[in-house]
């Protein structure tokens, strides 16, 4: 028997309202209430094909794939056009846009009324979270996109789930988004927290459109975690088991492109042969103090949003592995036997292919051939490593957090913060290079808190002291820790191999967190002693040049120093005193 698919299942009273409220003012042709159904994704993928959204890649290298080009003004996320439109700009803060909920709501009603005119709503509900956890939140997107519907499919848990989940509840994030006319000028994703609703138009760009990732899990959810005890966060978690079977969790936050997929699906060089690393996630933490007095994570995703170019066998196995089948390839670029290719793939580059904008590439073309944010699209399951708890509600105990960025000279390889407090101001001072997930020029060192600059939904200072405050919740709090992958020397050559290897930083921050070796306490933070550090077998790579790649330049750390005050001045009225005590104390012991 087959079932009709796209009319509507749910008696949530509060659901249907507002989808027929949304309808009318948006008048699309067709309302199409989505079940998450194999049979409804492949009737709506054969839709997007035959609208030309999106092209069937080679089935019998690639099966399940499909291939997308968006707008080329439309290719990143876009932070001059985020807005938190809550009551009062103070509780924005600084760091974000602000409009007033209803001059934001009048204008974005007056930009989507009729613009689904000849058009479908697809009606999009999802989990963020297993289903059964007490983290997990039920989201509803609305949307004119099937890409979109396409990726969310993949992103999150999506249809039927939901809507059982949620039963009659109205407690659900309302996300309205209209492709409109994909114009830069009329580009908003605003975010309203006080009545957990997102409203996205003008883009068809992933992290502006899946408005379950960082509008919801990140911006949403940042502000739902203040009111509610616990913390949505910029970070991955994997899960590191030795080859003995103990198991220990991390959690990393590091900027968008700066190689949170890799280290969440990293393969251990063959020194730690016998070690495994699982992933829980790659790029969402929601966590929540647990009844025995750990702080767990959960994955809030069902898939990976990836940065293809650089993603190779070497660099990436496990995500090379992942992308064969069932996945989504946004500019990349299109080969002539229906694969695809990116900058840093393996092999050489391909003779001629078709370029991210469609036009014909040779490796004599000076422009990239796939975008340098082109991404891939993955469900999670497709992960041969894959933490079988991924799906546990309860998620997974979490010994150690992790802040990183990019940075070329000053931050040294690896470092323990002191305490919580310590750890909070090193993760509050966490600069890095920008790249190319956002619009705008790439390589400046910026400050970016916890990696969350472009997420928090509310005061990045009110957002401090929150962490602040949660170790009074948290009787066994994780060890805080800081890494640098990217310091480079003066010919400018990266000092740390990365990759596979960072499974040795890892080592030693699992022995830390299981007690089993000292540190050197450094004006930083607790540093590696040489013998507890383990360089064997890593070919090229001294204990002398450990030294130069943990090295303090008294010099870089006073501009250091003094550079943390531009993001301190900035939210200087709310600032929570510990943060300007940590510096003190850190300027002290330089
Ligand atoms: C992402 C990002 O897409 O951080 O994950 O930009
Ligand atoms: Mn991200």
């Known amino acids: ?102 001059d934001a709501y009048q204008k974005l009603h007056n930009l989507c009324r009729g613009a689904m005119r000849g058009r479908v709503l697809y009606v999009v509900p999802y989990l963020m979270g297993p289903p059964g956890s007490p983290l997990t939140k039920v989201g509803v997107e609305l949307t004119d996109s099937l890409y979109v519907v396409l990726n969310m499919r993949i992103m999150t848990r ?42 996205s138009v003008g883009s068809g760009y992933g992290g502006n459109v899946l408005l379950g990732k960082k509008c919801l899990a990140l911006r949403i959810g940042s502000c739902l975690g203040r009111k509610e005890g616990w913390l949505a966060e910029h970070m991955l978690i994997l899960g590191v088991e030795s080859p003995g079977g103990e198991k220990t969790y991390v959690a990393a936050a590091f900027p968008s492109g700066c190689g949170k997929t890799n280290f969440a699906m990293m393969v251990p060089p063959e020194r730690f042969k016998g070690w495994k690393i699982w992933t829980v996630g790659d790029d969402i933490a929601w966590m929540k103090p647990g009844p025995d007095g750990r702080l767990y994570a959960i994955n809030p995703e069902n898939g990976y949003f990836g940065v293809a170019p650089g993603t190779s066998l070497q660099s990436n196995l496990n995500a090379m592995r992942t992308i064969t089948r069932d996945t989504l390839f946004t500019n990349v670029a299109l080969l002539p036997d229906g694969d695809v290719w990116w900058e840093g793939k393996d092999g050489r580059p391909p003779a001629e292919c078709l370029d991210w904008r469609g036009q014909r590439w040779t490796p004599e073309s000076k422009e990239k051939a796939a975008h340098p944010n082109s991404r891939f699209t993955a469900p999670m399951r497709n992960n041969p490593m894959l933490a079988p708890e991924a799906d546990n509600p309860q998620g997974v105990p ?50 970016d808190p916890m990696a969350m600059l472009p997420f928090c939904g509310y005061n990045m200072a009110h957002y401090f002291r929150h962490w602040l405050n949660m170790r009074k919740r948290i009787k066994y709090p994780p060890r805080i820790f800081n890494v640098n992958w990217f310091r480079k020397d003066e010919q400018g050559r990266f000092l740390w191999p990365g990759f596979g290897e960072n499974m040795r930083v890892l080592k030693w921050i699992i022995d830390r967190c299981q007690g089993r070796v000292g540190a050197h306490e450094m004006p930083l933070g607790w540093f590696p002693r040489a013998q507890d550090f383990d360089l064997e077998g890593l070919k090229g790579f001294t204990a002398q040049d450990f030294e130069t790649i943990q090295n303090i330049n008294l010099e870089e750390w006073r501009r250091e120093a003094l550079s943390q005050d531009e993001l301190f001045i900035k939210l200087y009225s709310y600032l929570p005193k510990e943060m300007i005590f940590q510096r003190e104390l850190l300027v002290a012991r330089l």
């Not at 249907?16 to 492949?42: H, T, Y």
């Not at 999106?54 to 807005?83: F, I, M, W």
């Not at 990019?406 to 101001?425: D, K, M, Q, S």
């Open 158 to 199: 999506m249809g039927e789930v939901a809507l059982s989940e949620l039963g009659e509840r109205d407690s659900f994030n309302r996300g309205l988004h209209c492709l409109l006319d994909v114009h830069p000028d009329r580009r908003f994703i605003c975010h309203f927290p006080q009545d957990n609703t997102i409203i």
């Open 398 to 447: 979490i010994s150690a957090i992790i802040f990183g960025g990019r940075r070329a000279t000053t931050l040294p390889l690896v470092c323990e913060a002191f305490n919580w407090i310590h750890g909070v101001y090193m993760g509050a001072t966490m600069g890095s290079e920008t790249t190319a997930a956002a619009a705008g020029a790439t390589g400046q060192v910026r400050r």
């Open 1 to 102: 028997m087959t079932t009709e698919l796209g009319i509507c299942r749910t008696r949530n009273h509060a659901l249907i309202n507002w989808v027929d409220q949304m309808a009318e003012l948006c008048c699309p042709d067709r309302v199409f209430w989505c079940d998450g159904s194999l049979a409804e994704k492949d009737q709506l993928t054969e839709r997007a094909v035959q609208e030309g959204i999106l092209v069937r890649l080679n089935q019998e290298k690639l099966p399940g794939c499909y291939y997308h080009r968006s707008n080329p003004n439309d290719v990143a996320r876009v932070e001059q056009s985020t807005y938190i439109c809550c009551e009062s700009e103070e509780d924005a803060g600084p760091t974000n846009n602000w409009m007033p909920p209803a």
